[in-house]
């Protein structure tokens, strides 16, 4: 995901971490919260895989190339083109349902159920800051228009208010370490 060149190659990458993530997971699959959890990380993190998806499909059909340079050198053709906000809304659907911004910010709680080591490894690295890598490497193609600046700012805002809310009322250490980080992943789409 991180060094990939090519769009469609880069939506191949995010949608394997979905599955990993899924698997990693339901690894006690005989515990029921641990199969819901994964079942709900998958379809919520792969749903938006399918939306990213379009939302590339579409990049790629106004630029004429799926090559992230060529993609990051035409911002101006992007926002200029009359299916930028279909391009912007699937886009954004794509990163904020992986790195659990509001209204998504619910499934990574629940992965929870997950061994400690998952856990963390959910938290603390690649899975859930996809998303937010997603937004700062397409920022020079898709930002300066009021839209993303409302709809970024606005679900950053939103989810760190939620997350920490939620984080508040959390008696498990896991629940706790799940609901901060959905509030600092809010804080950092915000900023």
């Given amino acids: 995901v991180a060094i990939s060149g090519n769009l469609l190659l880069l939506v191949v990458f995010w949608e394997l971490t979905s599955l990993a993530s899924y698997l990693l997971i339901a690894h006690w699959s005989d515990r029921s919260d641990a199969r819901a959890g994964a079942r709900m990380s998958l379809a919520i993190t792969a749903g938006g895989g399918l939306a990213l998806l379009g939302g590339v499909l579409l990049i790629g059909a106004v630029v004429g190339s799926f090559e992230l340079d060529q993609v990051l050198v035409a911002g101006d053709q992007l926002r200029a083109d009359p299916r930028y906000p279909w ?3 699937l ?4 990163a904020f349902a992986k790195s659990a911004q509001f209204p998504f910010h619910f499934w990574l709680p629940q992965a929870m159920a997950a061994p400690t080591p998952v856990s963390a490894f959910l938290h603390s690295a690649t899975l859930v800051k996809a998303g937010v890598f997603l ?6 193609a898709l930002s300066g228009t009021p839209e993303w600046l409302y709809l970024v700012a606005g679900a950053g805002l939103v989810t760190l208010l939620v997350g920490a809310w939620s984080a508040i009322f959390q008696h498990d250490l896991k629940g706790l370490l799940a609901y901060y980080t959905v509030s600092h992943l809010g804080l950092i789409t915000l900023l």
């Fill in 91 to 94: 886009v954004l659907l794509g």
């Fill in 135 to 140: 937004l700062l490497r397409l920022y020079p």
């Fill in 87 to 89: 391009i912007l809304g």
